[in-house]
């Protein structure tokens, strides 16, 4: 700020001096592993990204353990933070229960949630509760699925284009349907056609990709989507809207929310319709895993005999 202070204050030559301020740049210097000099230095955020990034790196570099690094790799990206920036209102439904922000939070610190106990399908589930999120009889996985469609319906809806959920008479030979369908034109004179998929980040089958990638696992379920309803594609211009349960997003889903936050903005000239487009979402897979952690618990147990708290 020093060039500012001189705009302001009558001074005669180089009168103004600020002291310690090699010391302090020397010292920044060392923290930030010799980083060069930022070329914006009045930006608050350029001097925090630098030692964020770095305490990032040594994080994932100390780290063993897959799960971990699978887990630093996710909550790096920004999607998976949108629902902490989230305004937590009951009246507009962005308010998280205790129990659900609890989990959440342990989920993306990777701290223990519950005692070990054996899950409804007799999996055992460790400390940590990842279990209740790939389980066969997950109770959070069709919530999920359908609060997520249900965001994208009313936001197209709001955009301009109506929209319906489990579209029939696509001519697929085996009757299933993707999640939703625009009953307008989307883009270059076909509809919209989309498929929501949220794939476990931790599991062990996605766990040696998503270990050494974020939205590797988002990325592969787009692939297998495609390849189920490839028949449809020439017709429609078909989403695959896959997020994974510790927040990544493949990039189809970042771009259909960003142009539909978009038209959004236009209608409504409220620039921060997309955020909040993103925010409700982020919170529709937060509430997700959460129910799918509790669901492992045995009936006839309270919660203070499963939760650390």
Not at 198 to 213: G, N, R
Request: aromatic share 10%; glycine share 6%.
């Amino acid at each position: 700020v020093l060039d500012f202070i001189k705009s302001i204050l009558f001074y005669h030559g180089d009168g103004i001096r600020i002291s310690h301020l090699d010391d302090a740049l020397n010292k920044w210097s060392i923290l930030s592993n010799n980083s060069n000099f930022l070329a914006s230095p009045s930006v608050q955020k350029q001097w925090d990204q630098i030692q964020a990034s770095n305490i990032y790196q040594t994080l994932l570099s100390s780290s063993t353990c897959e799960a971990d690094q699978a887990r630093f790799h996710a909550i790096k990206q920004k999607e998976s933070g949108t629902w902490l920036q989230t305004i937590p209102s009951p009246n507009i439904g962005t308010l998280i229960d205790s129990k659900s922000f609890r989990i959440a939070v342990g989920l993306r610190l990777g701290i223990k949630i519950c005692f070990p106990h054996n899950c409804q399908c007799g999996a055992f589930v460790d400390s940590y509760g990842h279990h209740g999120l790939s389980c066969a009889k997950s109770a959070g996985r069709h919530p999920r699925h359908f609060q997520i469609n249900d965001i994208l319906k009313r936001a197209l809806i709001s955009a301009g284009f109506p929209s319906i959920l489990e579209p029939s008479g696509l001519h697929r030979s085996d009757g299933k349907r993707p999640d939703g369908l625009t009953l307008i034109p989307w883009t270059r004179g076909k509809s919209l056609l989309w498929d929501v998929t949220c794939v476990e980040t931790l599991a062990p089958f996605h766990l040696s990709a998503t270990s050494k990638s974020a939205s590797s696992a988002a990325i592969s379920a787009v692939n297998t989507k495609r390849a189920k309803y490839r028949e449809l594609m020439d017709n429609y211009n078909f989403i695959v809207f896959a997020v994974e349960t510790l927040g990544p997003w493949c990039p189809e889903a970042k771009a259909l929310v960003q142009e539909i936050g978009k038209k959004l903005e236009e209608i409504t000239g409220d620039s921060r319709a997309t955020n909040f487009l993103k925010q409700r979402i982020s919170i529709a897979i937060q509430r997700g895993n959460a129910a799918s952690v509790m669901g492992t618990f045995p009936q006839s147990q309270d919660l203070h005999e499963i939760f650390y708290f």
